[in-house]
């Protein structure tokens, strides 16, 4: 049971679908009064209707996480409806994977990623910062990946703006003990979520993988089959291969869901049995 996203406001970019609408009904669920941002309107609509409809409050403003003036509007609308922001969570991000060698068919997505990576969680930022100050609370959670952990083949942009959001957390982190709290959640792969959509070459994910290559290559084949053997499948077991949508937002979840004193700061959500390296 929730203890501590009752009444919370809690902004979060890219709800409109996959893992943002996941934190955002979740959060709404237990309490929270949420705002929505994202650039898929239809999308973001059909979420909180959804939500509304379920008798819990929230509201979508569709908005472009890398125009900060449009981010600042939504957090002029979150306080004028519900009075405060207390959390903000930069879900919204791509993943561009591709080698240096398909700079050609990658430029475009590449840096489209660095507006959305970078300067979509810098925007979230600055839009909400005063608010926070001024309320003397408040909570970033921004969402990075294992993959800003080092520069792997195949990742190097997308690792660097990951690498970025770890940089722009641990400072903010510095420069606002005891008024804001600052987590950085860094998933691992996770099925699902929609972010294979921007790979550029497919080859380019084996590089997180390393010498674990033929497993992974087996295992994924399996998991589109639905052949997965059972203890690769089941949470409860040790050899748990790919963690789910549903429980990399439970993990969101939970890092809100705290008293404002404890800090849930760096967390890694993987699979015990899976095949990533980093």
Not at 232 to 248: A, F, K, N, R, V
Request: include cysteine.
């Amino acid at each position: 049971m929730s203890q501590h996203l009752q009444d919370k406001v809690i902004i979060v970019t890219g709800a409109g679908n996959g893992f943002g609408k996941l934190i955002a009904e979740r959060c709404a669920a237990a309490g929270a009064k949420l705002v929505g941002v994202d650039i898929d309107a239809d999308g973001l609509a059909s979420v909180f209707d959804g939500i509304t409809a379920a008798g819990h409050i929230g509201l979508g403003m569709p908005g472009d996480v890398t125009d900060l003036a449009q981010m600042r509007a939504v957090a002029d609308r979150a306080v004028a409806e519900f009075g405060a922001i207390d959390v903000i969570v930069n879900n919204a991000g791509v993943m561009p994977l591709a080698f240096f060698a398909d700079h050609a068919r990658a430029a475009d997505r590449w840096h489209r990623a660095i507006d959305i990576n970078i300067k979509g969680v810098v925007n979230g930022i600055s839009a909400v910062y005063d608010q926070m100050i001024t309320q003397g609370r408040g909570q970033v959670v921004n969402i990075s990946s294992i993959y800003g952990n080092a520069g792997i083949a195949g990742s190097g942009v997308y690792s660097a703006t990951k690498a970025a959001v770890n940089a722009i957390s641990d400072s903010l982190r510095a420069e606002t003990k005891g008024k804001i709290k600052v987590t950085t959640v860094r998933p691992t792969g996770v099925a699902g979520t929609n972010l294979a959509s921007w790979i550029v070459n497919g080859e380019a994910i084996f590089g997180m993988v390393g010498g674990r290559a033929t497993d992974y290559a087996a295992h994924s084949k399996a998991m589109i089959k639905g052949t997965l053997p059972a203890e690769l499948t089941d949470p409860d077991s040790i050899e748990y291969w790919l963690i789910t949508p549903d429980e990399l937002a439970d993990a969101v979840v939970h890092v809100i869901d705290q008293p404002w004193g404890i800090s849930l700061s760096d967390v890694t959500v993987r699979a015990s049995g899976e095949d990533y390296l980093y």
